[in-house]
């Protein structure tokens, strides 16, 4: 065999893989620096599930989508994109397609909910005459990520009245931050050097540093902890107890910023999974007249194992799925919902973990995900032996390969590190649980679930693209 044959054989058989950048045309990298550019604004006005529908909202309605709540009851099916949003933290998005959705619909989730502190019902108190606030991490954080970084204050508060009170302290440059105090290097060999890092860093010691200034005279208790409450109640007339109908979340304060020289890089808190909701969104609202109708989810509380009404444990897509039935003109009766779901494919949007230079024997190298080689499908998660994961079938990943290969989509495929290393899940059982087709789908990221995870401009401008053509899906 000649080299020119041996060549022509590798070229054949061996897998490639492409990195995205290499992938993409001169038009496409234009447009993926404008691209990354309104999807820094996005991370910056969407810190929260509640801020993260309220932009989705915003984007749907300025794309033509309403309100299926009111089209419903004007019982108009004239209106071919709709949205419906659920207890202001989740939302879902669909336009319809030629087809009747009974025979099956595509359906991109994402979930709009990352790990934070929030701030607990009773968080007012002072020690050593400084006043204090109590938190209780939401999600999976590595606690020593919170220490000793400014952060902000975001969310709503209930009155007894029942007026809502909405906070943002923190994001504007002229605004106070709040932070969780170190321990100085100088004191810490002893008490903290032989200790493993899940004893060192400990839930109950993740408190805010809220004031410093007393009101009243020196012989009263608690001066600090009223300074506070007192600048409170004169700013947003609130009092101790409506903070116990309050959310309040404690995120890094600041904005997405570009990373390295040469801005290939995007840093932010909050990408897992606004990386997903972004991209998606951005891809149903170019859908103009698909052949199955695209659905665009975003939930809340995945991060906590996608439990109560907004996860992706409840009812809302069944509800949703109903609503375009009947404004389709269909019957809503159980069996056209049952078929319109089992029907259905579905990709699992979010985010699974880039191999890191400085961590790479977590990650098993020929089956994990790296950074800039685009969109990631992941067969399964789970721990252990696939433990608690929707395996996706082989016959499903063929159809969305296909479609990637097609439309020109640099794919990787990515392991959530190495066997018996650890493991997690997403939402894509609770989606599988209908009998419809399920991948896991979306970027990999560097430092996931900090407050600063790293993307590639690329994947995510990949992952935009892979959306748009699973939606499209002329396979
Ligand atoms: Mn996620
Ligand atoms: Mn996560």
Known sequence: MNKHELKKIKKTLLKKEILAFDQLTKSQKTKLFKFSETYKNFLNQSK???????????????GGFVDIDIQTEKNSKDTR????????????????????????????????????LDLKQNPFYEDLNIGLMKTHYYGGIRKYHWLAVPLALHGIIITSDNKTISIEVGEDPCDPVFTVTDLLPHLAGKSQGNKKI????????????????????????????????????????????????????????GKARDIGFDRSMIGS?????????????????????PDKTSIAMFFDKEEIGSEGSSG?????????MSDLLFINGQDTDNRSLRKALINSSCLSADVNAAMDPDFK?????????????GICMTKFTGVAGK????????????????????NKIAWQTGELGKIDQGGGGTVAKFLAKFGMDVLDCGPAVLSMHSPFEVSSKADVFMTYLGYKAFYSDNV
Not at 89 to 113: F, M, Q
Not at 312 to 320: G, I, P, T, V
């Open 48 to 62: 929260t599930e509640r801020e993260a529908t309220r932009q989705i909202i915003a984007a749907a309605k300025a």
């Open 81 to 116: 994109k709709i949205y419906k949003v659920f207890q202001g933290r989740c939302v879902a998005l669909a336009v319809l397609g030629e087809k009747n959705p009974v025979s099956g619909t595509n359906i991109i989730v994402s979930h709009i909910d990352s790990p934070r």
């Open 198 to 253: 899940s004893e060192v860093f400990e839930g109950e010691k993740l408190n805010l540093l809220a004031g410093s200034i007393p009101l009243g005279s020196e012989d009263e208790k608690d001066r600090v902890k009223l300074g506070v409450l007192n600048l409170l109640y004169e700013k947003y007339g609130i009092i101790e107890e409506d903070f116990i109908s309050a959310e309040i979340e404690v995120v890094p304060a």
């Open 269 to 289: 808190y909050g990408q897992d999974d606004r990386i997903c909701a972004y991209t998606s969104l951005e891809a149903i609202l170019g859908m103009q007249h």
């Open 312 to 320: 992706a444990k409840s009812s809302f897509l069944e509800d949703f």
């Open 361 to 373: 024997d977590v990650h098993e190298a020929m089956n994990a995900a790296n950074l800039g080689f």
């Open 387 to 406: 433990s608690g994961s929707s395996d996706a079938s082989a016959e499903f990943l063929g159809k969305i390969r296909q479609i990637f290969n097609k």
